[in-house]
């Protein structure tokens, strides 16, 4: 037999989940605590629960998705960045600080921005000037070079970030520094930015390179950490991390290229509800992810996810958006997600005003929620949802976690009703408006926002807490569809098995299109895809199996920003014409206008290397009657907002209940990593992939 396993670690659970390719069928899903200051000692909880049956030397490879770099950012105990340095351009070593201007709190006249990754003691400047066309000025002095790596040995500085003007039309600079460097100095990280990122703008390029350099240090030492622990488990399989792009790479590729793994985790359940999505025929979809530690939301159309070219780390989040200048500006390929703090974890409070509040702050795994009976004290949604009925009064995970109910009324009791006058269910109602309010204003920002009727999408509900809370906000979109699928709680980490490898190339154009020949763009890509296969090839992909998905950015001429637009495999005259139509129809979408009679100009062309990985063949059932008799477990008392009060409702063990089944809300479906709640008004049925399909 042959195995490739998924390892997904988020905030709360570590998810693990065994794919056979002999079969084609899933035969095995571990979820445990995650181990938050030592993250690989939860895979090899998960990895020990499943070499209980299966034999190490089965495993072909391990596909594992990680918030590890996004959490360095923020400030995690135990994962402090390392001290860097930048080399420049001389008179330029301060764009670190003087960014764009943006004011991340406009009229707060003492805002603090965040602190900046190289102090400028750190920031070295050297003499060398290239022009936007690529022409030397003036030539490198690598006198100073060699200086400069001696005052980097002196301040033991272990990764530096090289960053020169205009490098992304000549690199030749950059290159040089390194090789000087490498002759200097043995044991530090190198990031060049015409690698990282080859774009203009230099703030935005700049802060990218200093991300990466930063994070490389802190990833390369945890991704060997983790292939060592593997391998002393007795697994000798290649490892592959989730990009923030939705595609996997090589582990080698992730500790050159850090900054694409910062939103791995969400990434990985985006790429899952693609799947379904082409799996059930569905066009558009919403993606809500609600884990025990965030929500996040995404838009799949036609099978594709929305996809942005630029990211900000580390910064605030403000209902859902992230706010422009209070983080790190990171340029990569990142699936476009709206995200809040309103997890299963979420903790709820009284502010100084006497007012109801949830999140940000969370449980996490340590100590979790109080009715885990791990220490916690703080009320969380959780503990809400156990309150009010919707969560099983005793146990989760088929029993693994045993559930203190006592401990959640007591802490709802100490922390919010004594604080309030609020009697314990309307407290703990409140606790699940306040999040599902928060969570309806990211699922308007990807769809609303985004130019879309969310009228028009069916969401696919998946986190351990996503089931129970999906109908609450459909009735607020309006969304009348929703898909459960089998193991939601896991279902993150099926996205790491059914998803591809991916390499992201970009190459800077600026032209207007009436300016640039068509077969120059073909030359471009032409190019990039060479330098993908070849690293695929080399990777074990065979040939037939690469396949390459060209896009252009473009813009109005004079325009600030651009849009991605995707370009057919051979360009000429008439492909190019229907890209700018292209261009014209999302500028419109997004925008709500679009200027046909305006040039428009080439910005960058990029391309996505794709490596073919086979995929999980789901298992289907055969339709088996209508009956969930044989599935019904107990009648509970669940409150209903609809009612505003408890209502005895059926609970059902999902794994019971046949294809073809029906079962009208309101009820409780549960299974051992999730629990979905059934409205009244709604009904659901078990497809033959064993998905819950709930219909208004």
Same mark, same amino acid.
């Given at each position: 037999?042959?195995?490739?396993?998924?390892?997904?670690?988020?905030?709360?659970?570590?998810?693990?989940?065994?794919?056979?390719?002999?079969?084609?069928?899933?035969?095995?899903?571990?979820?445990?605590?995650?181990?938050?200051?030592?993250?690989?000692?939860?895979?090899?909880?998960?990895?020990?629960?499943?070499?209980?049956?299966?034999?190490?030397?089965?495993?072909?490879?391990?596909?594992?998705?990680?918030?590890?770099?996004?959490?360095?950012?923020?400030?995690?105990?135990?994962?402090?960045?390392?001290?860097?340095?930048?080399?420049?351009?001389?008179?330029?070593?301060?764009?670190?600080?003087?960014?764009?201007?943006?004011?991340?709190?406009?009229?707060?006249?003492?805002?603090?921005?965040?602190?900046?990754?190289?102090?400028?003691?750190?920031?070295?400047?050297?003499?060398?000037?290239?022009?936007?066309?690529?022409?030397?000025?003036?030539?490198?002095?690598?006198?100073?070079?060699?200086?400069?790596?001696?005052?980097?040995?002196?301040?033991?500085?272990?990764?530096?970030?090289?960053?020169?003007?205009?490098?992304?039309?000549?690199?030749?600079?950059?290159?040089?520094?390194?090789?000087?460097?490498?002759?200097?100095?043995?044991?530090?990280?190198?990031?060049?930015?015409?690698?990282?990122?080859?774009?203009?703008?230099?703030?935005?390029?700049?802060?990218?390179?200093?991300?990466?350099?930063?994070?490389?240090?802190?990833?390369?030492?945890?991704?060997?950490?983790?292939?060592?622990?593997?391998?002393?488990?007795?697994?000798?399989?290649?490892?592959?991390?989730?990009?923030?792009? #939705?595609? *996997? +790479?090589?582990? $080698?590729?992730?500790?050159? %290229?850090?900054?694409?793994? @910062?939103?791995? &985790?969400?990434?990985? !359940?985006?790429?899952?509800?693609?799947?379904?999505?082409?799996?059930?025929?569905?066009?558009?979809?919403?993606?809500?992810?609600?884990?025990?530690?965030?929500?996040?939301?995404?838009?799949?159309?036609?099978?594709?996810?929305?996809?942005?070219?630029?990211?900000?780390?580390?910064?605030?989040?403000?209902?859902?958006?992230?706010?422009?200048?209070?983080?790190?500006?990171?340029?990569?390929?990142?699936?476009?997600?709206?995200?809040?703090?309103?997890?299963? #974890?979420? *903790? +709820?409070?009284? $502010?100084?005003?006497?007012? %109801?509040?949830?999140?940000? @702050?969370?449980? &996490?795994?340590?100590? !979790?929620?109080?009715?885990?009976?791990?220490?916690?004290?703080?009320?969380?949604?959780?503990?809400?949802?156990?309150?009010?009925?919707?969560?099983?009064?005793?146990?989760?995970?088929?029993?693994?976690?045993?559930?203190?109910?006592?401990?959640?009324?007591?802490?709802?009791?100490?922390?919010?009703?004594?604080?309030?006058?609020?009697?314990?269910?309307?407290?703990?109602?409140?606790?699940?408006?306040?999040?599902?309010?928060?969570?309806?204003?990211?699922?308007?920002? *990807?769809?609303?926002?985004?130019?879309?009727?969310?009228?028009?999408?069916?969401? @696919?509900?998946? &986190?351990?807490?996503?089931?129970?809370?999906?109908?609450?906000?459909?009735?607020?979109?309006?969304?009348?569809?929703?898909?459960?699928?089998?193991?939601?709680?896991?279902?993150?980490?099926?996205?790491?098995?059914?998803?591809?490898?991916?390499?992201?190339?970009?190459?800077?154009?600026?032209?207007?299109?009436?300016?640039?020949?068509?077969?120059?763009?073909?030359?471009?890509?032409?190019?990039?895809?060479?330098?993908?296969?070849?690293?695929?090839?080399?990777?074990?992909?065979?040939?037939?199996?690469?396949?390459?998905?060209?896009?252009?950015?473009?813009?109005?001429?004079?325009?600030?920003?651009?849009?991605?637009?995707?370009?057919?495999?051979?360009?000429?005259?008439?492909?190019?014409?229907?890209?700018?139509?292209?261009?014209?129809?999302?500028?419109?979408?997004?925008?709500?206008?679009?200027?046909?009679?305006?040039?428009?100009?080439?910005?960058?062309?990029?391309?996505?290397?794709?490596?073919?990985?086979?995929?999980?063949?789901?298992?289907?059932?055969?339709?088996?009657?209508?009956?969930?008799?044989?599935?019904?477990?107990?009648?509970?008392?669940?409150?209903?907002?609809?009612?505003?009060?408890?209502?005895?409702?059926?609970?059902?063990?999902?794994?019971?209940?046949?294809?073809?089944?029906?079962?009208?809300?309101?009820?409780?479906?549960?299974?051992?990593?999730?629990?979905?709640?059934?409205?009244?008004?709604?009904?659901?049925?078990?497809?033959?992939?064993?998905?819950?399909?709930?219909?208004?």
């Amino acid at each position: 037999m042959s195995y490739r396993v998924g390892i997904d670690i988020g905030g709360t659970f570590t998810d693990l989940i065994v794919f056979n390719l002999d079969t084609g069928e899933i035969v095995s899903k571990i979820k445990v605590s995650t181990t938050p200051r030592n993250p690989e000692k939860g895979v090899v909880n998960a990895f020990n629960q499943f070499l209980e049956k299966y034999s190490p030397k089965d495993v072909s490879a391990v596909f594992h998705a990680t918030t590890i770099a996004t959490n360095a950012l923020l400030g995690q105990l135990g994962l402090e960045l390392p001290k860097a340095a930048l080399i420049t351009t001389k008179g330029f070593k301060d764009v670190l600080e003087i960014g764009r201007q943006r004011r991340s709190d406009l009229y707060n006249f003492f805002v603090k921005r965040p602190r900046i990754l190289v102090p400028r003691r750190y920031r070295f400047e050297v003499e060398e000037r290239v022009n936007y066309r690529g022409e030397v000025l003036t030539p490198l002095n690598e006198k100073e070079i060699v200086e400069i790596a001696g005052k980097i040995r002196n301040e033991n500085i272990l990764s530096v970030a090289v960053c020169l003007l205009h490098s992304y039309v000549y690199s030749e600079h950059e290159k040089k520094i390194r090789t000087i460097l490498r002759e200097n100095l043995s044991d530090i990280y190198i990031s060049l930015s015409c690698e990282v990122d080859p774009e203009h703008r230099e703030y935005e390029r700049t802060s990218t390179t200093v991300v990466n350099a930063v994070l490389m240090p802190i990833v390369s030492r945890y991704v060997e950490n983790l292939e060592n622990e593997i391998k002393r488990l007795g697994v000798d399989a290649s490892l592959f991390i989730m990009q923030s792009s #939705g595609g *996997v +790479a090589y582990s $080698d590729i992730i500790k050159k %290229l850090p900054m694409s793994i @910062i939103e791995s &985790g969400p990434a990985a !359940g985006v790429i899952a509800s693609a799947y379904y999505g082409k799996l059930l025929n569905i066009g558009r979809l919403i993606s809500f992810d609600m884990g025990g530690t965030t929500a996040k939301a995404g838009t799949i159309i036609d099978g594709s996810p929305l996809i942005t070219s630029e990211y900000e780390v580390g910064g605030e989040v403000h209902a859902g958006r992230i706010v422009k200048g209070s983080g790190y500006p990171v340029r990569f390929p990142f699936i476009d997600l709206a995200e809040v703090s309103a997890g299963g #974890g979420s *903790v +709820a409070w009284i $502010d100084e005003g006497g007012a %109801l509040r949830v999140g940000p @702050i969370s449980a &996490g795994a340590e100590p !979790g929620p109080a009715c885990y009976g791990k220490g916690g004290l703080d009320p969380t949604i959780t503990d809400a949802n156990l309150l009010l009925g919707r969560l099983n009064q005793e146990h989760l995970l088929g029993g693994r976690l045993k559930i203190y109910r006592e401990l959640s009324e007591k802490a709802f009791r100490e922390k919010i009703c004594d604080l309030t006058g609020l009697d314990i269910v309307d407290a703990a109602m409140g606790v699940v408006r306040i999040a599902n309010t928060a969570m309806a204003k990211i699922l308007r920002i *990807v769809s609303v926002e985004r130019g879309y009727d969310p009228e028009e999408f069916t969401m @696919i509900a998946f &986190g351990g807490a996503g089931p129970m809370h999906c109908c609450a906000l459909a009735e607020e979109l309006g969304i009348n569809r929703i898909v459960v699928p089998l193991s939601p709680g896991l279902f993150s980490t099926l996205g790491l098995l059914v998803t591809n490898l991916k390499l992201s190339y970009v190459k800077s154009v600026r032209k207007r299109i009436s300016e640039i020949d068509p077969s120059t763009l073909e030359n471009s890509f032409l190019e990039l895809e060479r330098k993908g296969a070849e690293l695929l090839r080399k990777g074990g992909v065979d040939a037939g199996n690469i396949v390459f998905e060209r896009l252009l950015d473009l813009r109005y001429w004079g325009q600030a920003y651009e849009l991605m637009v995707p370009i057919g495999k051979l360009i000429d005259k008439d492909e190019v014409e229907r890209c700018v139509e292209r261009f014209h129809e999302k500028h419109e979408a997004v925008y709500g206008y679009s200027m046909r009679d305006e040039p428009v100009e080439i910005v960058n062309v990029r391309l996505n290397c794709i490596g073919i990985i086979g995929k999980p063949k789901l298992k289907k059932y055969e339709i088996n009657g209508k009956s969930v008799s044989k599935a019904l477990i107990e009648w509970r008392n669940v409150f209903f907002e609809k009612y505003d009060d408890f209502v005895k409702t059926p609970v059902y063990i999902r794994g019971k209940l046949n294809a073809g089944s029906t079962i009208q809300g309101p009820a409780i479906i549960e299974e051992y990593d999730s629990t979905a709640v059934i409205y009244p008004g709604w009904k659901a049925d078990i497809d033959t992939y064993g998905n819950i399909i709930m219909e208004k």
